[in-house]
């Protein structure tokens, strides 16, 4: 997913962007605000994972490890939320 910034880029044609323009057709405003609802929902993810310090700031160790350690602060933070 990506937001405006990326409409126009490479990445373009791999990314789910919203449509730019004022006369968009009711399919392509109802997209875009899909779009923007679920662009809310990551972005709280992602806050959410932030709360570990080892994902907050800059990775410091092997990227082996990388995708592990995000697996593991991705469960754990999902354990977490689901007993509140």
């Known amino acids: 997913m990506g937001d405006k910034g990326y409409i126009s880029g490479d990445l ?8 730019k323009g004022r006369n968009l057709t009711p399919q392509q405003a109802e997209y875009n605000v899909a779009l923007q609802e679920f662009r809310v929902v990551v972005e709280h993810s992602f ?11 800059e990775w410091r160790s092997s990227l082996e490890k990388l995708d592990v350690v995000f697996v593991v602060c991705v469960c754990i933070t999902n354990m977490k939320t689901k007993r509140v």
């Open 12 to 19: 373009q044609h791999v990314l789910f962007t919203p449509y």
């Open 47 to 57: 806050g959410h994972l932030k709360q570990w310090g080892c994902l907050a700031g």
